[in-house]
């Protein structure tokens, strides 16, 4: 099965560095974001999202554990059903709730991260997701009755301390959805599901701090360093 490459990470990150909003139109703000999105070249009916922004009180190693511990995630996000892995780790079968009268859908996905040293005092978090194919996955799980398997899937996020004991992100996500649904409805729920679930993780974090208040004090240690890089 194939894995994220160090350059994977990397150049998600140089994107990030060098952040370039030209070919993204603004779609909703919040308190602490903005959202873009722009069409999907291969199936231009849907969209991909850029959240761009922060939170001012989460630190990085927080975040960044709360986004990927998928068994606290069990407990904060109403939408997420359940999720098992498949042999490994890195590699997740999640399923989701969707609104009635939508089916559930779910997803077979590959994740990680790495820290990024960015230049002399600058580290950045990059975590990728990816949708893994059938015959990749040594302990596949087929769909269940009912529910709708999600296989064209990414996500790519970057996190950065802002100085001041909260984080900067960049967060990048598209899946396609499948099925007909009307694209007023993917519209209205891309403008309200994304805003709400940055708050839950807000709330989230906050949660997590509490009952693990050691993890603002970890340090952040390089996985990569980028090379010739102007920040």
Not at 109 to 133: F, H, N, P, W
């Amino acid at each position: 099965m194939s894995t994220f490459s160090d350059e994977s990470f990397t150049r998600y990150a140089e994107q990030y560095l060098h952040s370039d909003l030209n070919s993204w139109t603004f779609f909703v703000q919040t308190p602490n974001f903005q959202i873009y999105r722009r069409r999907f070249d291969p199936k231009p009916s849907l969209f991909q999202y850029r959240v761009v922004g922060g939170y001012p009180d989460i630190p990085p190693q927080v975040l960044s554990k709360v986004y990927l511990d998928l068994n606290f995630r069990q407990k904060w996000d109403k939408n997420m059903l359940c999720y098992k892995e498949l042999g490994s780790s890195d590699v997740l079968h999640f399923v989701m709730k969707y609104p009635w009268p939508m089916s559930n859908r779910d997803y077979i996905y590959q994740i990680g991260m790495k820290t990024i040293q960015a230049g002399e005092d600058r580290k950045v978090l990059v975590i990728q997701g990816d949708s893994v194919q059938e015959d990749e996955v040594p302990q596949y799980e087929p769909p269940s009755n009912g529910v709708i398997r999600i296989d064209n899937y990414r996500q790519n996020i970057v996190i950065e301390d802002d100085g001041r004991g909260g984080s900067l992100v960049q967060l990048d996500y598209f899946d396609d959805p499948k099925g007909n649904i009307p694209n007023t409805i993917i519209n209205w729920a891309a403008k309200q599901g994304v805003p709400a679930f940055m708050k839950t993780l807000h709330d989230a974090c906050i949660q997590y701090m509490k009952d693990h208040p050691d993890t603002t004090h970890e340090d952040l240690v390089p996985d990569v360093i980028l090379q010739n890089t102007q920040t």
